[in-house]
C-alpha cells in the first residue's frame, strides 16, 4: 500500500467524520439525532424530527463526504482494491466520528457516494432499488439492505473491476444494520413517514 493511499484512507476518515446530522440539526434548532427519534444521526431521522429541508441538507451532505475523497483518489490513479479502503475508511468515519465521541449514523448516504463515482448508471440503479423498497414496504432501512445487496451485482456488470471494493462496503453497511434486521424480522421497525413524538 503506498503512501499516497494511506493518506488518502486518513483523508477519508476525517471527513466521513464530519456528522452532517448533528450539525444541521444544531443550526435548525432541532433534538440531537444521536439521542432523538431512532437515535441515529442520519437524513431518516432528521427527516422525522424537522422535515424536508434539514434531512434534504443531511443527505447532500453524507454523500459529498463519501464521493470527494473517492472521487480525488480515482483521478489521482490509486487502483481500485485500494479506493475499496478508502470508500470504507469514509463510512467509517461517518459509522464512528472522530469528533462527535465516535458515535455516528449507518453510513448509507456515505456509502452511495462512494459509489458515485464508478458511473450514473449504478447510481440510478442504486436510487431506483431504495425508492421501489421504501414505496412497497415503506422501511428505509429494507430499502438500504436491499440496495446496498445488490450493488456488487451492478457493480459487475458496469465496472467489473470494482465488484471487490463493493462487497467491502456492502459487508459493511449490513453489518451496521444488524439491529435494523432484528427489528424487521419482529416487526417493530419505523416507517420513513413514523413522525417522532418529541417529549
Known amino acids: 500500500m503506498t503512501g499516497l493511499t494511506i493518506l488518502m484512507i486518513g483523508v477519508a ?8 446530522a448533528v450539525v444541521i440539526c444544531r443550526l435548525y434548532g432541532l433534538p440531537d439525532p444521536r439521542t432523538a427519534g431512532s437515535n441515529n ?21 453524507d454523500i459529498f463526504k463519501g464521493t470527494v475523497p473517492v472521487y480525488c483518489s480515482y483521478w489521482m490513479g490509486i487502483d481500485p482494491i485500494a479506493l475499496g479502503f478508502i470508500g470504507v475508511s469514509a463510512c467509517l468515519g461517518h459509522i464512528f ?10 453510513a448509507v448516504a456515505t456509502a452511495f457516494g462512494v459509489l458515485l463515482p464508478l458511473g450514473l448508471e449504478l447510481a440510478g440503479l442504486l436510487i431506483a432499488t431504495w425508492l421501489a423498497i421504501v414505496l412497497i414496504f415503506g422501511y428505509s432501512s429494507l430499502a438500504a439492505i436491499v440496495a446496498v445487496s445488490l450493488a456488487p451485482v451492478f457493480t459487475w456488470f458496469i465496472k ?12 459493511l453497511i449490513i453489518i451496521r444494520h444488524k439491529d435494523n434486521i432484528l427489528r424487521l424480522l419482529k416487526g417493530e421497525e419505523s416507517k420513513v413517514w413514523d413522525k417522532v413524538r418529541l417529549k
Open 160 to 171: 467489473p473491476m470494482y465488484t471487490v471494493p463493493v462487497v467491502m462496503l456492502s459487508v
Open 41 to 61: 444521526p442520519g437524513a431518516t431521522n432528521v427527516f422525522r424530527l424537522g422535515g424536508r429541508t434539514p434531512a434534504a441538507l443531511v443527505l447532500f451532505m
Open 97 to 106: 466520528p472522530l469528533y462527535f465521541g465516535f458515535k455516528g449514523g449507518k
Open 13 to 20: 476518515y476525517l471527513i466521513g467524520s464530519l456528522s452532517s
